[in-house]
């Protein structure tokens, strides 16, 4: 074969060429990454959602009874302090950042009495997502119609069998979507917990970068890491709703 009639592969041979190396180094410099990162997204991956299924309980627990007490007739002198005090503890919450919250919680108030900074950081962002929660929770509540809570009693249960079970059940299937959105929020705001030493995903990405100099590679893997776990939750979320729709239809 005539060697100048493949002249044509020229311009080709000289764009693969460098192609394949980049490739290489791209695949190696990668290798090396991941093995940089993979211990310590590990450990910090575990203390993210250690984090985020404690928090995640004390929010749903916790904001369900506060906002049972502000849906209570206020009737009574002591009814209206509790409605009083709930008001001014979801205002607080709302209305000031987390990573305030954490600082005052760990270095006023938890902090010096000995616990941990993982305690802290499920605490602090327990109450902190209960007071979103309680206002999910109350919206659902009062979606719910009145005639449920009037038969139940009609039928000699209390106020609170009734709320128990008949009205919260409801409720709680109608902001099944505000509670996944809350969990979604959660978890990324677990990446905030570092401002108080809780070693978690971002505080494993930038001890890396510390480590390696390169911020872009660390911090690109961290994005992916909270997406792929994002995606997870909203896929079981997902499920969970067409779950209890099916139910309905029955």
Known sequence: MNLIALGWLNPLVKFIVPFINRLDIFFKYNVRLIK?????????????????????????????????????????????IFDFVVNIYISFFRGTP?????????????????????????????LNSSAYVAESVRSGILAVDHGQMEAGRSLGLTYGSTMWH???PQAIKNILPALGNELIALIKETAVVGFIAVFDLTRAARAVVSDTYDAFGPYLYLALVYLVIVLIATFFVTKLERRLRQSDKR
């Open 36 to 80: 940089n990162l993979y211990k310590p997204m590990l450990q910090g991956l575990q203390n993210t959602l250690i984090i985020s299924f404690f928090a995640l309980i004390i929010g749903v627990v916790l904001g369900t009874i506060l906002a049972v007490i502000k849906v209570i007739p206020k009737k009574g002198i002591l009814k209206k």
């Open 98 to 126: 987390v990573v305030v919250q954490l600082l005052l919680f760990y270095f006023g108030v938890l902090g010096p009495r000995g616990y941990s900074p993982l305690y802290v950081a499920i605490m602090v962002l327990g």
């Open 166 to 168: 008949i009205i919260l």
